[in-house]
Structure formats: structure tokens, C-alpha cells
């Protein structure tokens, strides 16, 4: 019998809860980790870990820097101990208005007043006519600077400005707004007017750059050209002032630009290609003979609505209109039947063109209109449009044929 088990009945286990609950218990041991020397910062301190973390990498230390080198505290520790009044610090600073602040390390520029970045707002207005914002990018009148970093400036107190402004907080309380729409009403006659004063002054013709206009204060050639990006201010819609002066004949461009279409033009070159070739151009039938124009360029005019063109379209659907050359959105099928002395005709007729017998790759046959070369050739292997089948154009003219020439 088992030892446990009294007289065939096992014996119960104790339970949990009759279980000792005491164990032993480790005594608590003092962290390796040894505290910080921070206990003891100044204000020194943390100027001299500046000056080395600028040695070393060319920029100030911000909270995101991580940890400093050789030491266990981070930037970030830092900045909070500075806003909090921790490790012995007074508080109510941070890292940030530390480097700002009356040691300003970080200080390249000169201090900024409102009457300074007004001067530079009227420079700005005198060359573009209009006042500055925070996208115009650098500060003419002041190199190094940008509008955008006047506007932080101006909106955090930065480089000796109070703080809480802006820009168009500044003109606003100069009496100035932004408002384009006051601007006056222009005539096309009165810009082609200060373009032909402008060249007889300085022998070329003006561009966006070109400054003010010295007939017309307030007005300057870069506002000309913006207006007539958008078609404000009663100017036609154009590319640039440059389109403009050559859509005008003033000026010639190199490139020369693009003449009108018009309709009946296009469906000249369409007959003319036709006669041509045997079938209809596509987008992809390259430049158009005689014409410094392309296929291509005639596709995407149709499409973007371009050179007086209606938009929306295409050159398929512009011929599908005009010459019903598709049926149902699809090529209408060459349906004619076909003979062996017809083909021998037209093959006669490819070799006395090009000095060879056509085969699947000849392309379009120039007197059957939607019909190609491999159309015939498939007719011949497979037996459809009255042809007997089994044959091809290989077959049929033989291969000593195929690359032979006429005497």
C-alpha cells in the first residue's frame, strides 16, 4: 500500500490557505545608478555645455538634442529643471530664453524695431508694388533676412520686438491693408504703351523682373505679369508678359509661338495625310508634312481646349464629327471582299512605291481605306473575305521576292 493513502483513501493535500504565506524578503539595496551632479547646476554650466555642443556640431542645443556628452543629464532635463526651479535653478526660464535670453548666445542678427521693418516694407512696395507677406521669401533691402523670420520675430518677441504682432498687424497699424482689389482697372493699349516707352529707354523690352514702370507710380512690371496670369485688374488671361508683348507682334520669341487653329485647317491636314497614306492620323502619327506642327500637338490642343480650340475632345472624336471615319465609338470594319488578283494589284503597286513586296509589317495599304498589310496577311492564313485560306503574303509573292528589287 502507498504511504499516502490510508486504507485505499488518498490523503487530502493541504490548501492554499493552510499554506505559510511568509517568505523571505530581500533587503531593499541602495540603486547603483548614483545621482545626478546636477544637484548643484548654474547657469555657467549650462552656457559652457552650450558653447561645446555648438563647437561640435555647428548648432544650438534644443530639448530634442538627447543627452549631453559625458554627463547623464539630457537637454530635455535641463529644459525642465530651468522652467520648474529643479536641481537648484531659479525657474521660469528654459533652454530656449536661456540662449535668447541677456547672454543670447545664440544672437547673429541685430535687433529689429517696427520703424526698421516698416522701411523695409515700403522698399518692398516701391520695386513690386505691392506689400510684403510672409511668402516673399528673402528681404531685398536687407540681406540675410526673410519676411517669414520677420514675421516670427514680430508674432514671439524675438531680437527686441515686443511680441503678439505680425506683419499685417504692423501695416495695419500704419494704416495699410492688403487689398488688391483697390488697385486700379488696366487697358491692354495702356501696358503696350509702357512697353514701347520702356524699350525706347532701355533698348529691350520689359519682363517680370524688370522693376517699376516709371510712367505709371506704384505700378511695377512684376503686378503687370500676375495680372495677367489671373486675367485681373480688366487684362486679358495670358501665360506671362512675355506671351503677351508676342502675342501683341512687339516681340519675337526664338521658339516662336504657337499660330490659332482653327477646324477647317486640321481637317485639310487629316485629307492631305489620307491621300497620303490610306488611313487617318492618330496621336501618335508624328509631325505633320510641311507644317511645323505635330499630330501629337494637335491631340493635346484638342484636349486641353488650347489655341482656340474647344476642350474636352480629341483627335479620334474631332474626326469621328467632321469626316464619320468610326462607327459606334469603334473603327468601322474594312468588310469588302478580297481576291488574289486585287492583292497581287496592290502589292504591285507597294513594290513600284517603296522597292519591295509587302509583308505583315508594311503597314496601311495606301488604296484600301482601313485595311493594312497584316489584315491581309491574316485574311490569307485564315480564309475570311472570300479568300481560300492557308496562304499568306509570304506564300504568295514567295521569299526571294520579299527583299528583291526591281531593275
Same mark, same amino acid.
Given at each position: ?96 530664453? *536661456?540662449?535668447? !535670453?541677456? @547672454?543670447? #548666445?545664440? +544672437?547673429?542678427?541685430? &535687433?529689429?524695431?517696427?520703424? /526698421?521693418?516698416? =522701411? ?107 495680372? *495677367?496670369?489671373? !486675367?485681373? @485688374?480688366? #487684362?486679358? +488671361?495670358?501665360?506671362? &508678359?512675355?506671351?503677351?508683348? /508676342?502675342?501683341? =507682334? ?110 505583315? !509589317?508594311?503597314?496601311?495599304?495606301? +488604296?484600301?481605306?482601313? &485595311?493594312?498589310?497584316?489584315? /491581309? ?31
Amino acid at each position: 500500500m502507498r504511504a499516502d493513502t490510508l486504507e485505499g483513501v488518498p490523503r487530502s493535500r493541504p490548501s492554499r490557505s493552510t499554506r505559510p504565506t511568509h517568505r523571505l524578503r530581500r533587503t531593499p539595496t541602495r540603486s547603483r545608478e548614483r545621482r545626478p551632479e546636477a544637484g548643484d547646476l548654474t547657469i555657467e554650466t549650462i552656457l559652457a555645455w552650450a558653447n561645446r555642443f555648438h563647437a561640435k556640431t555647428g548648432k544650438w542645443p534644443r530639448t530634442s538634442s538627447g543627452r549631453i556628452a559625458g554627463r547623464r543629464e539630457t537637454w530635455e532635463a535641463i529644459d525642465l529643471a530651468l522652467r520648474k526651479g529643479l536641481q537648484g535653478l531659479p525657474g521660469g526660464s528654459s533652454l530656449s530664453m *536661456l540662449l535668447h !535670453g541677456p @547672454r543670447n #548666445l545664440r +544672437r547673429r542678427k541685430p &535687433l529689429l524695431t517696427a520703424d /526698421v521693418i516698416f =522701411g523695409w516694407a515700403e522698399d518692398h512696395f516701391r520695386r513690386t508694388g505691392r506689400w510684403p507677406r510672409m511668402v516673399d521669401g528673402p528681404v531685398a533691402s536687407a540681406p540675410g533676412e526673410t519676411w517669414k523670420k520677420v514675421n516670427e520675430a514680430l508674432w514671439e518677441g524675438f531680437r527686441g520686438l515686443e511680441g503678439g504682432s505680425s506683419l499685417k498687424l504692423l501695416l495695419r497699424s500704419r494704416g495699410i491693408t492688403y487689398d488688391d482689389q483697390a488697385r486700379p482697372v488696366l487697358q491692354p493699349k495702356q501696358v503696350l504703351d509702357w512697353a514701347k516707352a520702356f524699350h525706347r529707354e532701355q533698348g529691350t523690352w520689359p519682363f517680370k523682373k524688370s522693376g517699376p514702370i516709371r510712367d505709371a507710380p506704384g505700378e511695377t512690371w512684376e503686378a503687370i505679369d500676375r495680372a *495677367l496670369k489671373q !486675367g485681373a @485688374r480688366g #487684362l486679358p +488671361r495670358t501665360r506671362s &508678359l512675355r506671351h503677351f508683348l /508676342v502675342s501683341c =507682334g512687339l516681340l519675337w520669341s526664338p521658339t516662336g509661338l504657337k499660330p490659332q487653329l482653327v477646324p477647317s485647317r486640321i481637317l485639310a491636314w487629316a485629307d492631305a495625310f489620307y491621300r497620303r497614306h490610306g488611313c487617318w492620323p492618330q496621336a501618335t502619327s508624328g509631325p505633320i508634312e510641311g507644317e511645323n506642327e505635330s499630330w501629337q500637338g494637335i491631340e493635346l490642343a484638342l484636349h486641353r481646349g488650347k489655341r482656340g480650340l474647344k476642350g474636352s475632345a480629341s483627335l479620334s472624336r474631332f474626326l469621328n464629327k467632321h469626316r464619320k471615319i468610326f462607327a459606334g465609338g469603334k473603327r468601322r470594319p474594312y468588310t469588302r471582299k478580297l481576291s488574289l488578283g486585287r492583292i497581287r494589284a496592290w502589292a504591285k503597286k507597294h513594290r513600284e512605291r517603296t522597292g519591295e513586296w509587302p509583308h505583315r !509589317g508594311s503597314g496601311p495599304v495606301p +488604296r484600301a481605306a482601313r &485595311l493594312s498589310w497584316q489584315a /491581309v496577311d491574316d485574311a490569307l492564313r485564315k480564309g475570311r473575305r472570300g479568300l481560300p485560306g492557308g496562304s499568306s503574303l509570304a506564300k504568295l509573292f514567295g521569299p526571294k521576292k520579299q527583299g528583291s528589287r526591281p531593275s
